[in-house]
């Protein structure tokens, strides 16, 4: 009997102790969470020291000539940041010195597969000489009489990027990474109805990549590729909208899309790329940049993007905010991960409030929403697609 209350005790006390410490291990942790986040909030995202903080701070305020302004007509800012955006990246040069050139589409043959769409890799020429490859994901089941909604998915820094995201894997080793990131995200919109062009990001993958010879520009093809643009009066994201509105005018003329519902998406790079081609190109109605959208600096000065995402003289310009307020009153849902050490949490709450502002301005606030992913830079799917389906409803 002893020995059984013994045993009794040790186990009723073990079981209590285990869940009494169980609940003080989640406890602390979430603590501690919420403490180094808070500490986090706090924190600046990097230091300078002075006098090079002070400096920054003041060369790059910019003159702001495109700021949002609430006093204007909401029609007539739009349409003049948006017109001088067009100038300052290059994008307008692109079109005057392309006018005359007629881009090319090349289909490939589509690979049999067991998924529920076909995938078939294309090409499209989209200036002299320039080929860029894009995946054409098509549900099985669709009808040529029922247009479904596309789905425009460009890149960011990953060599293999389209085939990451059309899910055509090189091997076993890429699918695992893929995959486990859930990065082959144009796979994932064709198997739930959309038709999917996942094309490849100028400067970014493999397939169009300008080289870096000798390494003089890092051993870094994208900044290669902007040193490149910027003598010729350019910048990579011009050369990258381009490419995207190329594709843009073939896919509003094939019967499967339904132009009127076309919603794009990108991670990192590629979601810069789908900020700048929402505020130039109203014919993306949904845009969810993953990653990347975000203010140009931090508040000490820090430039957030990489090299190839630089348009010079923005600040000038304005900022995110007005790329927010471009997208408006179409639907811009911005994702993040809470770890993404590439990006700092209260800069980007705080440029989603201003974004905010903008879409209540316009009457339209449900349009743009922030969501947080519980990790890092990557996508978070089921943040998106119901934004999405309701953003194309
Ligand atoms: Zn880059």
Redesign the pocket.
């Known amino acids: 009997m002893n020995n059984f209350l013994n045993t009794f005790s040790v186990r009723t006390f073990a079981r209590t102790f285990s869940i009494s410490s169980l609940l003080f291990v989640v406890f602390s942790f979430l603590l501690f969470h919420q403490v180094t986040h808070a500490k986090d909030a706090a924190q600046p995202f990097v230091t300078y020291p002075n006098p090079i903080g002070d400096y920054l701070k003041r060369i790059q305020q910019g003159k702001q000539t495109h700021v949002f302004d609430p006093s204007l007509r909401f029609e007539e800012w739009q349409k003049k940041a948006r017109r001088a955006l067009i100038k300052l990246t290059g994008l307008k040069k692109m079109e005057m010195e392309l006018a005359g050139f007629t881009p090319k589409v090349q289909l490939g043959e589509s690979k049999k597969n067991e998924d529920s769409f076909t995938r078939s890799l294309c090409s499209i020429e989209t200036e002299p000489g320039v080929f860029v490859p894009f995946y054409l994901l098509v549900p099985k089941d669709t009808e040529p009489a029922k247009p479904r909604p596309l789905l425009l998915c460009p890149h960011?820094?990953d060599k293999l990027g389209l085939h990451s995201y059309a899910g055509a894997f090189k091997d076993e080793k890429h699918k695992r990474k893929v995959l486990e990131k859930k990065g082959d995200i144009g796979a994932q919109a064709a198997r739930r109805g959309f038709v999917v062009i996942a094309p490849a990001t100028r400067?970014?993958a493999d397939e169009v990549l300008v080289p870096d010879p000798k390494g003089r520009h890092g051993n870094?093809?994208?900044?290669a590729?902007?040193m490149h643009c910027l003598i010729a009066g350019r910048t990579?994201i011009a050369e990258r909208v381009w490419d995207m509105q190329r594709l843009l005018d073939w896919a509003e003329k094939n019967p499967l899309i339904d132009r009127t519902r076309i919603a794009m998406t990108g991670n990192s790079?590629g979601g810069v790329l789908t900020a700048y081609t929402a505020a130039i190109d109203t014919r993306i109605r949904v845009a969810i940049p993953s990653c990347s959208f975000t203010s140009v600096m931090s508040a000490e000065g820090f430039i957030f993007?990489?090299?190839?995402?630089l348009i010079p003289k923005l600040r000038d310009w304005g900022d995110w905010k007005e790329l927010g307020g471009l997208v408006a009153p179409r639907h811009l849902l911005i994702v993040h991960g809470v770890d993404d050490s590439l990006h700092h949490p209260p800069t980007v709450e705080k440029l989603a409030i201003n974004i905010g502002k903008i879409f209540q301005a316009v009457d339209v606030p449900n349009h743009t929403d922030l969501k947080w992913g519980s990790s890092g830079h990557r996508f978070y799917p089921q943040k998106m697609w119901p934004f999405l389906s309701k953003g194309l409803k």
């Open positions: 960011g820094h400067g970014l870094r093809p994208c900044r590729q902007l990579p790079g993007h990489c090299d190839c995402c």
